[in-house]
Every structure is written in C-alpha cells, then in structure tokens.
C-alpha cells in the first residue's frame, strides 16, 4: 500500500504530486512545523502506526522530515524497522540502504560531528542562503526568526538545531548574528547613556573633567554587567538528565 505524507512549504503542490503517484491513503500535517513529527497526535505518527511491513512511504522531498543528515539517518532506521520502503519524489528512487549511504557520505564530508569543534565547521553556501532573514522562501525566514527567540532564550546551538532540525553549523552561525545584534544594541545603549550622564553632570558639576569621569564609569559598569552575564551563561555547563535504572 502506498502511503502519502505531506506538510509544511508549498503543501499544495505536495499534495498534487502525492495524488499524480498515487496514494492508496494520503496523511497530512498542513503547514505545521518539523515538531509536529514527533507529536503523538501528529497525522505523521498516525501513518507509521497504521503502516504494516511492505507499505511504501510516499513524500514530496527530504525536508518534510528534516534537513538534518543525523535526523533523516533516523528516519530510515525507524522505516526500516518497520520494513517499509521509500520514494522520495523529486529525487532519484533509491533504497533505504543507498539513501542511508548517501547521508553518511553527506554527513562526513559537509558535517562536522562533535559539537565542541562547530566553531571550526563550515556552513554549506546552500544553507547560508536558505536561512536567513532575507530568504526568498516565506517558510525559511519564518524558521530563521524562530531560531533567533530560541537563542534569545539561551538555548543552547545543539538544542535548537534538534528542535527546529537544521544543521548545527546553521545554528551557531545564527547565534554569532545574534550576538552582534545584541552588541550593537549594547553600544548604542552605551552612548545614549553616556550623552544622559554628562547631561546630568552638567547640572551638578562645572568642571569637564569631573563630568567626563562620570559618563566613562557609568559606561564601564553598564559593560561589565553586561559581560559578567554574558560569560555566565555561556559558561553554565548543560544539565544532565538522571538515568533511570533499567528493571
């Protein structure tokens, strides 16, 4: 039985293409976004729980599940499990094996695996363009902006890449664009405040030189705080979740 999912950018024209192959049963979770695969009311779960071994998964493109090469490596396991088989249509019709050592060679050659050495990685051009404030697709900039409140949250790069399901390098370099939004913000501050204490001096003191050294104190603390706060929480080590006993 051929079994059709759908979701998220240009719906419409996944849903024509599902109906052109055809499906036998069609499963949809609109314009939703990537978290709504992991739901367990999700119209995705629904068909991995109706497929039987020997059903055939139908989908528009590989960014329905996800654009992460660690997170498609996944999806084949969990079809495979379930010996399902696969067509991808706007690519070459491929098993789960040679999709699988695809991603692999993907994953080796554009990815760099430990988190510690992301700085060193290097971002696709590919991506570089799809995620950003400026993109041309309406789904990608809406994903960018998302990735931004994340961050803003002091979410970690690995958190955010895992819930939005992009590319870690993606997110890291969304977080140092982050990073210099916020220190321009800071220094903006910094010289408003700096006009408003001499401002303020002016009032209480004639002399330019007393004025001067208030407006460079009250710069210097507002920095510091700002920094102090800044390597706080960067260098707040991750929680680790207790492991249960296996009974």
């Known amino acids: 039985m051929n079994l059709g999912y759908a979701r998220g950018y240009q719906l419409t024209q996944q849903l024509d293409m599902l109906e052109d192959y055809p ?10 976004e990537v978290e709504a695969l992991h739901s367990p009311t999700s119209e995705f779960q629904a068909l991995m729980n109706f497929a039987q071994p020997g059903d055939h998964l139908v989908i528009a493109s590989w960014e329905i599940v996800s654009r992460d090469y660690r997170q498609l490596l996944a999806c084949l396991d969990q079809l495979e499990t379930q010996e399902l088989t696969l067509d991808v249509l706007n690519l070459p019709q491929l098993t789960i094996e040679e999709w699988r050592q695809v991603f692999r060679w993907s994953l080796r050659n554009d990815r760099l695996l430990h988190p510690v050495l992301v700085k060193a990685g290097k971002e696709r051009d590919r991506s570089k363009d799809a995620y950003s404030l400026f993109s041309k697709e309406p789904e990608a900039r809406k994903l960018y902006r998302e990735m931004i409140w994340l961050l803003a949250e002091k979410n970690s790069v690995r958190q955010v890449a895992q819930q939005k399901r992009v590319p870690i390098e993606t997110a890291y370099r969304v977080q140092q664009e982050l990073k210099q939004v916020q220190l321009a913000i800071i ?7 700096a006009i408003f204490s001499i401002k303020l001096a002016e009032s209480y003191f004639d002399q330019l030189w007393i004025q001067v050294a208030i407006c460079v104190v009250v710069t210097l603390v ?5 920094l ?11 929680i680790k979740e207790k492991k249960t006993p296996k009974i």
Do not use: H, M, R
């Open 187 to 193: 220094l903006v501050i910094c010289f408003l405040l």
């Open 228 to 238: 102090i706060d800044t390597e706080e929480t960067e260098a707040k080590p991750p």
């Open 222 to 226: 507002i920095l510091w705080n700002v």
């Open 23 to 32: 499906v036998d049963e069609l499963f949809s979770d609109g314009a939703q």
